[in-house]
């Protein structure tokens, strides 16, 4: 694997989900493979899980990990090209990512989108930069509209609990509070389109995802109906695609418990960190149908996974 | 050892106390008893000696460590059960905890407490979820109302330093600019109450600090007469407990070099940082008496000894 | 080597060179040197490259590494002695630096100047104390004065590529849009004038450099006059020391594609981060006179001839 920056980047992702697993049995069978190998994680936003599994799958494999926080404020880095520097940015991105390339054998980074300008966000600026001009390999610890090391061990948590061969899996929107990316709906649906899985998203009128993420998914604005006999339940917030970045805030959409009674038993998921009584309420979220913390723990095989693809 | 919360998790304080001593006298000589294995520190508030210390103590095990650091204000985190997220809270400490613990298998952390709701602050309600709901050890890097790998090293330094089997150890109150937690005399008194030193406790009239810490240590509001004959003098500035945080600025009890005079060649302890001519004077600072750089050298052993038991 | 805060630490700054070189080729070579060992480095300012470029110089060595962001906010360090700290000072340097260095083998430090009084800035009270307290050696990663690493980088850069024993290094003046410091031109300045290269400084009037920098280079106003023949041009913008911090923007300074053409096909040259377009025009640094990446990339080597030195 060159970059790690989509699913577009995988040739088999039913591959590379059966090498975390893999790899979550045997965490530490290739710990030299990093040896006296450095991964640099880059955060233009802050980072709880994604920095601590990517961090802990770089020591599994014998790496060293460094670690920057940058905020756009400090350390604005400018995107456009030929301009003249004379604002805010100090640095162009085509400069700074050819010099931590040379600092590093795999560059991760991590840039939310403004939510303002939906064309620049989707244009994934910054991290194609990189991927460009880093010379080396670059993975995505979630950019402006795609989140895939979540989305891999989103796969790798239906792999290991699915009952049938082709189950049925809903992403449903849930209310939230403030405005967030879509990048873990959009990457989902991307990864779910990979799969023979049978993949039905759900959200209220107005809420719908850029075209070619949902691609092949079917998509309703019941969400009832679509719960039933559902396998996995996906519950996760996003703002506004169409009216872009606006905050939705529907309470009728929250998952509980009740909900999940015409599903097909099924395994509850949501990215976190949750909101609880908000997104899912704590009936759902304290019961059995929950396997948010084994999709939390299944980041650090994802991550492995691709990290192991990427120095092999 | 499972948790090393306080010093109740401790059986026998003073065998660490000699485990801490070999280890600074060894220091590699379990240098692959962590190997593989990752330390998780998690600051919810600013560390100097604490972070450099315990970290040092990880790497001389063969341990690798992940830090991070968090704000209260970025990253909120809930402790109550049931309540409606839409607040500022983004995640409920169980989850978060939960999810930290298939990181790491060692968590330490620290949290400050807000001197302002005395019951919430020693409930200890955060560090008390993270040991409940991470599955992993956690070690107290301070929190609310102890500090224990603090005391630790002190109690090594005194043993390293005693002249007498039972020496005579007097912790005094000392002015101060800012509200400070009590979290270092609380528990300097609660591991002196496990030893069978002489220990006396001395602060101006309404500075008492919590009984349970106090246990029988002789309590007196007269300076002079308690660091009479005294071998240890381990000054200190806390916030009131009975008038709950809040801040007392006396400067006739600033320790100096006159005030040991009466004392039996008295070594003088301080946990750092320390303000100088606030706290105590540069002429004691920096005379014969003072043992401040050994008691924060100390800090590395005293963390190794933790981390020692708990890998073991 | 004991310290490293200036090229006054380094017997023969051309055999430290040397060194660099030969572990550019033969990075992994003493990757046992410094296993067991720490590096701190110590942030009081932000840094990019030369966080990078240590940590991965440190790595190289088989050191561990640990990283301490402070801000002069949040933790302001006491640099008078004898004063009552009662203000925002909450640390005496001579404290936390002999703390820092009982946990370290190494300690790096940076530290930017005020720009505001010129004797204490030029004074490097911090790093001084460091050196001094601390007890183990401490290496510069930008003080007020100087960049040491970034100059011996500098140097390596010259030597892969100059094309004649002594070549013609011209250091201009370049336009800016904010107050920079005067650490990597007079540091640079520092060690051309160690070399037997003929060495030029071209400014515009009011815009010299401390004397005791400058030392025997040929210093002139005319740019035009300066860069005739030159096989190195290293442009950086500093802020006044004559009137000390003064900004000064004049666009007529900036070095484009035209200007180098009267120079032996010159080599660019530029510390990074470069506001393109303020400092140097795209038509330069995208030409194939620039050797920024090589230089950026160069820091790991110097870095770790420094280590390497100081660890043998």
Request: aromatic content about 8%.
């Amino acid at each position: 694997m060159k970059h790690f920056l989509s699913v577009d980047d995988v040739d088999d992702p039913m591959m590379l989900v059966k090498e975390a697993i893999n790899l979550k049995s045997h965490p530490l069978v290739y710990d030299d493979l990093g040896i006296r190998k450095v991964l640099g994680l880059i955060f233009l936003n802050p980072s709880l899980r994604t920095r601590m599994s990517t961090t802990r799958a770089a020591y599994n494999l014998g790496m060293n990990v460094m670690s920057l926080n940058m905020s756009n404020d400090s350390w604005t880095l400018e995107t456009e090209d030929g301009v003249v520097m004379d604002g805010n940015s100090i640095e162009h991105v085509k400069d700074a990512a050819a010099v931590m390339g040379q600092y590093c054998e795999v560059i991760g980074i991590r840039s939310f989108p403004s939510l303002k300008d939906r064309e620049d966000d989707y244009g994934e600026h910054l991290i194609k930069y990189f991927a460009q001009y880093s010379g080396v390999p670059v993975i995505n610890l979630e950019s402006s509209t795609v989140h895939p090391l979540q989305s891999l061990a989103d796969l790798v948590t239906i792999e290991e609990m699915k009952k049938r061969a082709k189950p049925k899996v809903v992403m449903t929107w849930a209310p939230h509070v403030r405005a967030l990316p879509q990048s873990v709906p959009n990457s989902f649906a991307e990864w779910m389109n990979r799969t023979d899985y049978e993949f039905v998203i759900t959200h209220p009128e107005g809420m719908g995802l850029h075209p070619k993420f949902v691609g092949d998914a079917t998509v309703t604005h019941d969400q009832e109906k679509a719960l039933e006999n559902a396998d996995f339940v996906y519950v996760k917030n996003w703002s506004g695609f169409e009216h872009y970045g606006e905050l939705k805030n529907d309470p009728s959409w929250m998952i509980d418990l009740n909900k999940l009674k015409n599903t097909n038993n099924a395994k509850l998921m949501h990215c976190l960190p949750v909101r609880r009584n908000v997104v899912i309420a704590d009936d759902a979220l304290d019961s059995d149908h929950s396997v948010i913390l084994k999709q939390a723990g299944n980041r650090v095989c994802a991550a492995q996974a691709v990290l192991k693809s990427i120095l092999m």
